[in-house]
């Protein structure tokens, strides 16, 4: 919400999508998801400029050579995801929120696509990613579609701070606070 809200030409656009496929203020259902690239493509740009965890923890199962280093069985590897997803050399524009990035892209998030980890990847990816994914569609989607938002306290979109508090997760530095009305 916080990039839509900072950024309304891709909100309208997620909302015209929506209007055009679910109805205006209908509730969106889990099976309406496969109908709504658009929305899809917000989740997927949200989840490389934001990743839930931007460290992951991964244990080398075998010898591995990297670059002509070996990384022995049993190291313990951090995968900067965060920094990963704001690489120059895999993304345009990488620090840009850019959901059209994912419209003709087959990157996805579910692991085997190395540039885009937020769930990790292998037999160690998060097992809670099927239902994230719904869940954050359907709940983004549904935010969307059921009101009309503006910013507490009067603030411009363009004042919206989006940076971010990095820790063992990633949060905003300073929580959105925005308020719904009814459409």
């Not at 590897?77 to 704001?86: C, E, K, S, Y």
Request: contains cysteine.
């Amino acid at each position: 919400m916080a990039e839509l809200l900072h950024n309304l030409e891709y909100l309208k656009k997620a909302k015209a999508e929506l209007e055009q496929i679910i109805g205006k203020g209908k509730q969106i259902q889990e099976s309406d998801i496969s109908q709504l690239p658009y929305l899809q493509a917000i989740v997927k740009e949200t989840m490389r400029i934001h990743p839930a965890a931007p460290v992951l923890l991964h244990k080398v199962e075998t010898d591995v050579e990297v670059y002509s280093y070996t990384i022995p069985k049993g190291a313990q590897v951090l995968v900067n995801v965060w920094a990963i997803a704001r690489d120059p050399g895999i993304w345009r524009n990488p620090t840009m929120f850019m959901p059209e990035r994912f419209l003709e892209s087959k990157i996805d998030v579910r692991g085997q696509d190395f540039e885009l980890i937020p769930f990790g990847a292998g037999r160690r990816i998060c097992p809670g990613l099927p239902l994230a994914l719904r869940m954050v569609t359907v709940v983004l989607g549904s935010l969307i579609n059921s009101f009309e938002w503006k910013l507490e306290g009067g603030i411009e979109p363009e004042e919206l701070n989006m940076e971010d508090k990095i820790g063992f997760t990633l949060q905003k530095a300073q929580p959105l606070r925005a308020i719904p009305f009814l459409m």
